[in-house]
Every structure is written in C-alpha cells, then in structure tokens.
C-alpha cells in the first residue's frame, strides 16, 4: 500500500462533548436507520463472522448494528456518549442479548490491550472523532495479527467536481462535528492494513464500505 501524507491538523468539533451530541439521540433513533441499516446490515453479512469470534464495534451508539451480527459470537460495543449507550442497554435488556456487552470509551484511547480482537468495525464514526487516523490506528492496535477491519463511511470522493461539491457543505456540517472532507487515505497512512474490498454500496452512494485484513505482526506495535 501506498503512503499518504497525513493532513495538517486542524481544530474540530468534539461532538461526544457536546450537548448537542445527546440532543440528537431522538433524531438519529427516528432517521438514520433508514439511511444507514441496509449497508451496515449487508457489511457484516459479508464477513460471515463465524462462531466465537471476538467482535469489537467502535462507536456503537444506541445499538443500530448489534442485531445485525450473528448471535454466537462476542460482541463488544463502545462509545464515548453516555445517552447514546443507555438506549443501547435498554435495547440489549429487551433483547436479553446474552452475548453482547457494551462500554463507555474514547475510540481514540482504547482501554483494550494490542490484539484483543478477531474483528473491529466501525460505522459512521471516524467522520465525528477529533483525530480520525487516531482512531484508525487504535483500531488496527486491538486486531489481532490476520483479524478484520470493516468499516461503513462517507470518505472524500475521489472525483474532483462531487468532492467540490460536498466539500461546500463542511463550514455547517462542522459546527456539528461533522467531516465531509475526510480522505481514506490519510486514514490509513501508514497503517499495516491490506484492502480486501473498498467500494459503495451503490453508484450514487455517499458511502463507502471498506473490509481489510491486519497485517501486522505480533512483535509490530502500531
């Protein structure tokens, strides 16, 4: 894989910090599984993650994706917003989801030790994180040597006129924490990560879903 250069930082939104954050609770339960669900659900059928297998979900939420995993494996969840993780909870309760556990974290300062994980995935988060290649490298820290990173986002087009164009839309997508101009590259500079598919869920998707495969060693520190 090639390395990218990583972007000059810049001061952005924390939205796990603010109280807009969990004032969008209501909002994000009522609309975003709509727009969402179909390609998270698709992903992690594709995985055909099988039996025992230690599932990590970074940036869980309220548990949009958790019935969409099979039941015989071990899930965990973790999220920096405590509101959000309460209706996870209730939805967990009211499931009686014996196999799923979720935790309050930062997804840039994971508390697991390097190579908890068979599989790490992440949906629709790293575009909110304060320092995405961070969270990429925590990430890819928790896998396990050969385990599996999955992924559901909206990254930068790489065709110029849309990339212009949705671009036009950060100065008000930022003041909610919001990244529109997030590249995959700079995400994964750097990284011991070898892409196993990268595409959109349709032509006209703003999503992209990205599955790789760790490619570390056990003596490698990420």
């Known amino acids: 894989m090639s390395t990218v250069s990583p972007p000059k930082k810049t001061k952005t939104a924390e939205p796990h910090r603010s109280r807009l954050y969990d004032n969008l609770v209501p909002v994000y339960q009522g609309l975003w599984p709509a727009v969402a669900k179909r390609n998270i659900r698709s992903a992690i059928a594709a995985m055909n993650i099988s039996g025992g297998t230690e599932v990590l979900e970074v940036g869980v939420g309220t548990g949009l994706s958790l019935d969409s995993y099979p039941h015989d494996i071990r899930l965990t969840g973790v999220d920096l917003s405590e509101s959000m993780l309460a209706e996870a909870e209730q939805l967990i309760e009211q499931k009686q989801w014996q196999h799923v556990n979720v935790l309050s974290?930062?997804?840039?300062?994971?508390t697991f030790p390097d190579n908890s994980f068979d599989v790490v995935t992440s949906f629709h988060t790293i575009s909110v994180v304060s320092n995405p290649q961070s969270m990429m490298s925590e990430m890819v820290r928790?896998?396990?040597?050969?385990?599996?990173?999955?992924?559901?986002?909206?990254f930068r087009s790489e065709n110029s006129l849309i990339a212009k164009v949705v671009?036009?839309?950060?100065?008000?997508?930022?003041?909610?924490?919001?990244r529109t101009d997030l590249d995959l590259r700079d995400v994964v500079a750097g990284?011991?990560?070898?892409?196993?598919?990268?595409?959109?869920?349709?032509?006209l998707s703003f999503f992209t879903i990205m599955q790789a495969t760790v490619t570390k060693t056990d003596d490698v520190n990420v």
């Open 105 to 110: 974290m930062n997804a840039e300062r994971l």
């Open 142 to 154: 928790v896998c396990r040597p050969g385990g599996k990173i999955l992924m559901v986002n909206h």
């Open 167 to 178: 671009d036009s839309a950060g100065n008000i997508t930022r003041r909610l924490g919001w």
């Open 191 to 203: 990284l011991p990560l070898r892409f196993d598919r990268c595409y959109k869920p349709t032509p």
